[in-house]
């Protein structure tokens, strides 16, 4: 299954069975931490069990679940993206799914195996409500979700609820601060009501919490959103609202949460106000805002009457149809995809320099990954295919598809990989050269260092592979 590549060889360097399941047998969804040091495996059997309903995929019968090595138990479907790992000790917590004749779902919350509460307790629905749920806290002392009784929605700690805490609707996306602090919206008689730790800190119309937090994260400790009352809406930092517009858009922030922009819209036209007062502006539209890692730079796109330009640091560049994505490299660099006709124009240059060099044009570009030292990759069509683009050049085979999620760069950059889908098959590529296939590689990739590491499984067998250079490969 491994294979060195005569145009650039590998090692392997460790080779891990994770999980061998019976024959007849076979995965169905993968789950692995960011790290890849915890992983949940689904499994099923196609001619055992009945069908639990509500689904294609469900019709596959009963559910068997592997924790990192330890067989669970059996249970009806699991949303992949209900699956939480703890940030300390990787323990798993997740939603299952029993449906009843008539169609309707009986959800429950399992956490190492065990389902918390009576089923008919929880008879109404466990809610997975915008991303996924439940959610242990950042230091893995609580596990909350979102409860759905007659009496109302409820924020469910460990298995129980707070007497009297029920509301109309509640509303918990990623929900927690850096310092552990569990933030929920909350909708009572027409107004809405941003709850920290269950006292209100907020009431207006309609409130939208606009905190750019990765989920499990806390490298932003600062709070805002955006309330709409009957004149408009105003954006609200740490409790400071500021001036009013008739609508708040899409948010940035920079690392740390030091410095801040929002899209606004007048009467005058669409705008980005950054530091809370500096405004800039007006356009016809404004989209995608970003700051530079150093969060010395803002930038995002701006539609004139010419077409969409990308304005850096208040300076904006060439009129495009469209601008579809643009990142920044490091190092003083960006990148971004323009469409012009009907390719799309992958440049890049020096940020806020204003000058742009082509790197390529392609029949679409899906996604732009920056690496170490200003490195750059993406994935790519091109004739149909999808390719891996790095280093200024297309790297490996073609495949049937190739996910971002598997594009990663070593430590040093000098080294790429991803995995490219090909008659259903999963093929690991290192420096554009094939490793090895497999029936399904999972989501993310990562290196160690200048060591590349995966999981994956083929037939019966989960295992982990970590691969290295055997030399410098392409420069």
Same mark, same amino acid.
């Given at each position: ?14 080779? !891990? ?28 059997? &196609? ?62 919350? @399992? ?21 996924? =749920? ?18 109302? !929605?409820?924020?469910?700690?460990? *298995? ?17 601060? /850096?310092? +552990? ?7 009572? &008689? =027409? ?41 408009? %809406?105003?954006?609200?930092?740490? *409790?400071?609202? +500021? ?15 030091? #410095? ?6 007048? !009467? ?9 007062? #500096? ?14 890692? &150093? ?5 995002? %796109? ?10 850096? &640091? *208040? ?8 601008? %579809?994505?643009?990142?920044?490299? +490091? ?6 995809? /323009? ?12 940020? $806020? ?9 392609? !029949?679409? @570009? ?7 030292? $200003? ?6 069509? %091109? ?66 260092? #200048? ?7 083929? $037939? ?16």
């Amino acid at each position: 299954m491994l294979a060195a590549s005569p145009t650039g060889p590998v090692q392997v360097v460790e080779r !891990q069975v994770l999980l061998a399941i019976e024959p007849g047998e076979k995965v169905v969804d993968l789950v692995v931490s960011p790290d890849l040091d915890h992983w949940l495996a689904v499994t099923t059997f &196609d001619d055992r069990g009945v069908g639990t309903g509500g689904g294609a995929d469900d019709k596959l019968g009963p559910r068997r679940v592997h924790v990192s090595g330890a067989t669970l138990g059996a249970f009806g479907h699991i949303p992949s993206r209900s699956v939480t790992f703890h940030p300390v000790d990787g323990r798993t917590a997740f939603v299952t799914v029993t449906w009843g004749k008539k169609g309707f779902g009986k959800y429950q919350i @399992v956490v190492d195996g065990q389902a918390l509460g009576d089923p008919g307790h929880y008879s109404e629905q466990v809610e997975v409500n915008g991303g996924p =749920g439940p959610w242990f806290s950042p230091d893995g002392g609580r596990l909350v979700w979102l409860g759905n009784w007659k009496s109302g !929605q409820y924020v469910v700690t460990d *298995g129980k609820i707070k007497k009297g805490s029920g509301h109309d609707a509640l509303l918990m996306e990623s929900p927690w601060t /850096a310092g +552990g602090a569990l933030v929920v919206i909350a909708r009572d &008689d =027409g107004v809405e009501s941003l709850l920290v730790d269950g006292q209100a800190v907020a009431t207006a119309d309609g409130i939208r919490l606009v905190t750019p937090r990765p989920p499990g994260r806390g490298d932003v400790e600062a709070l805002a959103w955006v309330e709409r009352g009957p004149d408009g %809406e105003r954006f609200v930092l740490e *409790g400071v609202a +500021g001036p009013g517009f008739d609508r708040v858009g899409e948010v940035a922030c920079s690392r740390g949460g030091l #410095e801040w922009a929002y899209a606004a819209r007048d !009467q005058q036209g669409a705008w980005y106000v950054v530091r809370g007062a #500096e405004r800039q502006g007006p356009w016809k539209a404004v989209a995608s805002p970003a700051f530079s890692p &150093d969060g010395g730079l803002l930038a995002y %796109e701006a539609m004139t009457a010419e077409g969409w330009r990308l304005v850096v &640091d *208040g300076t904006a560049g060439a009129a495009w149809k469209a601008i %579809e994505e643009f990142v920044f490299l +490091g190092e003083g660099r960006m990148a971004m995809v /323009a469409r012009d006709g009907a390719r799309r124009v992958l440049l890049r240059a020096t940020a $806020g320099s204003g000058e742009w060099t082509e790197a390529g044009r392609f !029949q679409r @570009v899906f996604k732009l990954v920056p690496g170490p030292h $200003g490195a750059l990759a993406a994935s790519v069509l %091109e004739a149909g295919r999808s390719r891996l683009f790095a280093r200024d050049r297309l790297l490996g085979p073609a495949g049937d598809e190739l996910r971002a999620c598997t594009i990663a760069f070593s430590a040093s950059g000098a080294h790429v990989a991803a995995a490219l889908r090909e008659h259903g098959k999963d093929v690991m590529t290192l420096d554009g050269a094939p490793v090895g296939s497999w029936d399904a590689i999972a989501c993310p990739v990562i290196f160690e260092g #200048e060591v590349l590491t995966f999981i994956a499984w083929n $037939g019966p067998q989960l295992e982990s592979v970590s691969v290295e250079p055997d030399g410098a490969g392409p420069g």
